[in-house]
Every structure is written in C-alpha cells, then in structure tokens.
C-alpha cells in the first residue's frame, strides 16, 4: 500500500491526468509478453526529465519500488511491477526532439515506437538498424532498456552499437547525461551501454541521442534447402566469411519445416530439413554481387536447393506462415533466445532433438543463425502440469547445454523476472556481486525495478 | 616506500625473474607517451591471471597503487605509477590462446601487440579492425583500456566495438568474466563495454575475446582539395551519406598544407585549404564503383581538384609527409584529439584560427574528419615557458569551445591525468561522482591506477 504522504506529495508536482490509482485502471498496466501479471499500485504518465527526477526522489523517500515500462512487448518479465509500486509509463514522452541529417544522429525521448523513430529516418535517406519483430509498437526505451535485436543485427549490431547518448535519472532521483553526440568518444566510463540492456535496474532513460545509419538503396534475397543441419552450418560459416556479408541470415529447423510444410508444401522441399533466408542490401549492383558471391558460399554436398529471390516478401515467406501454425499447435510456447558460437550450431541442435526426445515434448527451433541466435520453442499446453514440468526441466538442461557449449542465455530479450534463476549458470558469484555493487552505485535504495536480472525467488503471479 | 613484508610476501609467488626493485631498472617503466616521468617502486610481469589475482590481493592488503602498463604508448599519462607502486607490466603475457576461424573470434593475452594480432588473423582471411598509429607496438590491453581507434573507425568503430568479453582482475583481487564468446549476449550488465575505455582503473584485463571482421579484398583512394574548409566540411557531411562509406576519411587543414608544401609542392596546389583523403576498401568491383560515387560526392564550388589514386601508398603521401616537419619547427607540441559533429568542424577550425591568433601560437590541424575527431596541435618551444603559459590558456579555451560545439575531449587518447583537469568541462559532478561510486564498485580501495581520470590537483612529474 502506498502511503497517504507520498500520494498526497505526488500530487502536488504531478498533474492529476498523469497518474492512475483505482486498481482498475493500474490493472492495465499488469502484464508484458511474458504472460505474467503483476498489478501495480499507481501508474504515472511523466512528460519530462524534471518530473521523472522529482518522482524518483520521492520514491526513494518512501521506498517505493518503480519500474519503467514502455509498451510492455518485453518476454522476460523486465518490465512488470513484480513488487508493486509505480508503473511507470513512458508512452507520453513521445517527442522527437531532433533529426540532425548532417550528423546522422536523432535525438528522442523514450516513449517513441521504433517505427517511429524510422519514419522520421527515412525522408533523409537514413533508418536506426535495431530491428526487434515489436519494432512497429515497442518503444526506443524499451529497446535500449534490452539492447533489442532483431534480424538485421548480422550486418548492423543491436541497439547497444547504435546509441551516442543518454539522458537518464538515477535511483537518487539525479540526472545524468552519458556519452556523447559524436561518433567517437572516451572521456570517463562508457555508462551509456552499462545502461543498455540493463532493463530499468540501474535508471530510468528520458532522452536518447540515436545513431542513424544511411539507408541501403536496394535489397535482394536468397532461400537455400539443406539435407541436414550439418551441412547447413557449414554453410552459414562460409557465408559469414565474406567481408561484404549478408543483412540478415535467418534459419528454419527440421521441425519448423515439417510444419509449413504440412500446410504448404510448396514452400519446403520434402527432402528439406534445414533452411536459410539470405537477405542482401547496399546498391543495385552491389545487391547483384554479393547474391552471386553468397549463393557460392551456399554450395556444399547438403545442400539441395538454393535460388536468388525475384522479390524481398517471397524470401521470407516460409518464416511468416510458421508463427500462426505454432500458435495453432500449442496454445503456450516457451521461447528461448539462446545463443551460441555459429560452429557449435550443429551441437546444439542435435543436443536439443535428444533432450525434447527424452522430456517427450515438441520442439522447434529457428532464428538468426548468422549470431548463432536461435530461438528455442518448447511447444506445450499449459493445462498439462505434467508436461509443464517437464519442459521446465528440460529447459534447465538446454541452458546447460547451451553453457557447455560456449554461449549465452539471452540473445536479444534480457533475463528481467523469466531467466534470473539460471544467471548463475552463466555468470559467476564474483561477476554478479559486482553487478550488484554497480547497481547499488546508481541506486542505492534498490528502489528501481527491485530484484529482476539477479537470482531470487520468484515471486507468484497474481 | 615499500612495506618489506610486502617484498617477502610478494616473494613467495612471482619468481624472482618476474619483478624489478632496483631503481634504476624501475626507471624504465616510468614513462609513457605523454613524457611525463613518474618511476614505479616495483615493476612486475605477471604470466597469468592467477598471478595478477594474488598480486592484487597483496597490494590491497598493503594499499599499494598497481598501475597497468601495455607497451607505454598513451599519451595521456594513463599508463605512469604516477601514485608510486607497482607498475604492472603486461609484456609477457604475449599468448594468443585461440584463432576461432569459424566463429571469427580471437582469444589473447593482454601484451599481444595489435600488429600480432593481425598477424595471426590475416591467413585466414581476418582483421581486428583497431588501428591506432601505434599498432605496431602498442597491446592489446592498451588499446582495450583507452578504447583506442585510428582512421579505420569512419568505416569499423573503436575497439568498442570489437572485444565480446574479457577476464579481468578487480580491486579486491577476484577474477571476473565479462560479456561472452557470442556476437550478441544481453545477460546482466555489459562490464565489457564498461571496461573499455576505463584505462586501468577498475580491473586489470588478463584476457580479451576479439571479434575479427573479414579483410577487404581490395583498397582504392581518392584525394580532393578546397578553396576553404567550409567546402571541405559540405562534401564530408555529402560522403558520410552514402550508405557504403569510406574505410578512412582523413583532413589536413590550411596550416598542415602550408608546412607540407614547403617542403614538397607538388603535393598540394597552391590554392587548396583544406584536403581530404579517402580510403575505401571492398572487393574489386565495390572500390570502383564506391569510388565513382564517392568522387561524385566531393563535387561542390569550393572544390579545386579531386582524383583517384593509383596505389594506396599515394594516398597517404601528404599525411605521412607532415609528421617530420611538425618535428622540425616544433621540438613539442601539444596534441590533443578533441571531436566534434561533422557540422560543426567549420566553426571549430575559425575558433582555433582565431585562437591561435590571440595567443601567438602556431596552430595545426588534422584527423579523422569522418568522425569528427580533430586533432589540434599547438606548436610550442618547451623551453619558452611564456609560449607554453599561452598554450595552456589557449587548450583551456579550445576545450570550451570543443563543448560549446556539442563536442567530446578526447576521441581516442583517453583522460590520463593528461585531461583530467578538465573533465568537469564535459560530465557533470553528477556523472563524476556516480563514476566515481562505480569505480568503488570494483575497487574498493581505490588501489587501481589510483587519481587518473577524475579531477585533482596534478603531482608534479620527477
């Protein structure tokens, strides 16, 4: 319950249609992409840095957990008020503040949709490379709050290589203003990418100065068919070899491919059990050679079939028409991002074939093999405890593998409430208490976003 | 002076070929590029992360200063025991553990010089993209503790953006990794990115994953001159739109020309002001056709000349011509690396014409015009000290006005004690006290490179 002293003191610098009380209303603000809900006890709209500094003061004051969110697409759970407190909703800080062509830099405030932040890009000639599948209704602080990738981030990195800059408010309710508005810098510690993908633990962003990057004129696609995922691997190594490499490098399992294939079999090859969509950008005639040059690296003694696209939707046909037929097959998937070493690829997915083939449960993987970022679907009925329990222990056993074979928890979505009892797989007990220190550097009342990314309890979904 | 239980303790685990106690062999640790001279009271080369460990752990208990040093290249004091203390000298810890061709990844000790790191990338096709001027004889450790770049940063970025992770040494002694052996990995706080840059202070690297980058197949050039460095600046913004952009875009300012046409005419005609050279790599096809367009986007009024080159070497024949003659009038100069937007190197070059003119100082420019990083260089007689009185007046100024320009202090060189006197100029106390509250975080003795970067009075050099 939040105490009468601080409603009655936020009041009087918060405007009474910038804040929601009745649990109702607050009930809105429950739930992200994980699924899980957690009501918060006031949500309040801030329209400026000042307000979000004066807020967290206050909060530190009555020990009020906060916790940023921006559209709530998140699949980890960072963005829930698992504590209860403030929900603090950036989607009124809305304003582009500025496009400077000539510098290639656009200065936002958070609550601008990805999309948007492209809209204003693209008349000059330019766009911001993070690219997660949200981009058209997630935020540009929710994207920086979890160094959001998508796609493209083979060629152009993830939003941790595409920020100069900061405005941020700390758990002491100071401003801090971090890196700079140039492309190159090192005056002090690089507090602008710990603030990325720290998911709101260490302060709350208000203003962000993007890099922009010019746009490719032109983009061509290539699809390749494997006999098996060996071969396809190997592939994906040579392809990644070229200096002027693919733009996106998505891949398609034994298991996604049955699937599509079920309902369109014209788009896989019977005998398909791996698939690549190759995307190319740059000029014409760039696009033109590097598809050349990428169709050779296709070429191995698996592969079965590979063609340059005649247009940009055919490539990516295959991947669309897979989300409505998982959903389709399983009400519930958990989604995993993992990632792993391209080379250990083949390793990982024989090792996930084994494991869902003794925790007897259905199993599909793709994602962007060219960061060795594939996404893992468990595919269960959430009615079935029984099958739920197995997929949380053969999760626990994919993580391990995922560990022995060199790569990391999370590719792109963070760990927030859904994967910090495994962090520990990964980090040791020395690294994370130096998180914590870090943490406590930047709030020392552990007021913003208590107790996600670390190892806790899990608290129960209401 | 040092306690003689830490001698004997010290003793027990670094064999005695691993560290120096006479003075006279100390002497040569004591500098670096910035040529100030500082000597340590000891000088240890430690062989592994075990050593650094237990070492760190000694000097806490002791609060003995450890100063880590590459190959002492800085020229921004970053590397001088300027606290007395160990200079810990990471020459022999000279392994490349891992060349991970598949995965593009390189796995090494930090006194691998970059230049043998190239080495060992090339048969295979790669390259660590970090090109400071030192690449011959600079670490690796010490390009990561400045997040050294060069002219290739235009195209590549900084060391930033090329290491995924790092085993390191705290204050407290305890050994951390940080980031992952993955191209993309959000799991907890990026210390990687936060080490980058922190040039010592918060922990001693002792192994660094590199990212390596597939080498061009082939280079081109192109030079253009100006009637004025308005123009100049025009075509740079012009160039820096293309979405396939120069690996190196290079100024010589109209003082740089001057010198350099003393010397050798032919090099630049009589009328030109302001040059630039441009590098562009790609496969054969790419360089002509980048290079067409490229030559395109130098067209404007103020331009006198603009022409490919035939070979590389020609390319750079103006820059590399200048550095003796800077030598020759100048028996110092002051160098600094400050950066500003590209739209604002105009009004930085009249600032410091009109600088230099109040002051009496011979002023030249050059750089890394593509980035927006300048570096100004302030000719002076060492022996004159009311010419390096002026000159300390005139940088005060050049700072302010660097700021003013939404511009950084340092684009490569880093803060050292060289810059620290002026940090506030850029981050507030705000900022400075958080980073310094983080630095606590790793290093709660403050035995680490102890008073660099953050402001206090200078001691004076021995």
């Known amino acids: ?43 309040i709209f801030p329209q400026t840095t000042e307000e979000v500094s004066q807020l967290i003061s206050l909060c530190r004051l009555y020990q009020v957990p906060v916790t940023a969110r921006g559209r709530g697409t998140g699949t980890a759970g960072g963005s829930l008020a698992e504590q209860g407190g403030i929900a603090l909703s950036m989607e009124r800080m809305t304003r582009i503040i500025r496009v400077d062509v000539a510098n290639r830099v656009l200065v936002t405030e958070p609550g601008v949709l990805n999309e948007n932040v492209q809209f204003a890009a693209k008349p000059h000639g330019l ?26 981030a083979v060629k152009y990195g993830t939003t941790r290589d595409h920020v100069l800059g900061l405005t941020a408010v700390i758990g002491t309710g100071e401003i801090i203003q971090t890196g700079c508005y140039t492309t190159k810098g090192v005056v002090g510690y690089d507090l602008t990418r710990l603030l990325i993908g720290s998911e709101g633990t260490l302060a709350i962003i208000t203003e962000a100065t993007l890099k922009l990057t010019p746009l490719p004129v032109a983009k061509g696609g290539l699809t390749a068919h494997y006999r098996d995922s060996v071969s396809c691997a190997h592939a994906v190594v040579n392809i990644m070899r070229h200096a002027q490499g693919p733009s996106a490098l998505e891949f398609l399992d034994t298991g996604s491919l049955s699937l599509i294939r079920s ?73 995993e991002d993992i990632v792993v070493p391209i080379s250990q690829v083949t390793n990982l997915l024989t090792g996930l074939a084994q494991l869902s083939n003794h925790y007897k449960l259905k199993n599909v993987n793709f994602g962007h093999i060219g960061n060795g ?9 959430p009615d079935d ?78």
């Open 373 to 381: 970022n594939i996404h893992v679907n468990l595919l269960i009925d």
């Open 385 to 462: 405890s029984r099958e739920l329990e197995r997929a949380n222990a053969c999760l626990n056993e994919i993580f391990d593998l995922v560990i022995q074979l060199q790569g990391t928890l999370s590719g792109e979505h963070g760990i927030g409430s859904e994967k910090r009892a495994y962090i520990n797989k990964e980090l040791s007990s020395t690294t994370i208490e130096l998180m914590q220190r870090v943490k406590q550097a930047f709030d020392p009342d552990n007021i913003l976003n208590p107790g996600k990314i670390f190892p806790q309890a899990s608290l129960s979904s209401k």
């Open 1 to 43: 319950m939040l105490a009468s002293g601080f409603i009655s003191a936020l009041e009087k610098f918060i405007p009474s249609d910038q804040y929601y009380l009745d649990p109702a209303d607050c009930y809105a603000y429950a739930y992200d992409n994980s699924r899980k809900i957690f009501p918060p006890e006031c949500v």
């Open 127 to 152: 766009f911001w490379p993070p690219d997660p599948s949200s981009a058209a209704y997630s935020t540009v602080g929710g994207n920086i709050a979890t160094s959001a990738g998508g796609p493209h």
């Open 263 to 335: 309902r369109n079999p014209e788009i896989a090859p019977a005998a398909s059990h791996a698939m690549l969509m190759i995307e190319i950008d740059g000029t014409t005639k760039e696009v033109e050679n590097i598809t050349e040059q990428l169709l050779l690296a296709c070429q191995n003694d698996g592969l079965l079939e590979a063609s340059a696209c005649t247009d940009i939707d055919q490539l990516w046909k295959a991947r669309k028409t897979l989300s409505p037929l998982l959903r389709d097959i399983a009400p519930k998937k958990i989604n």
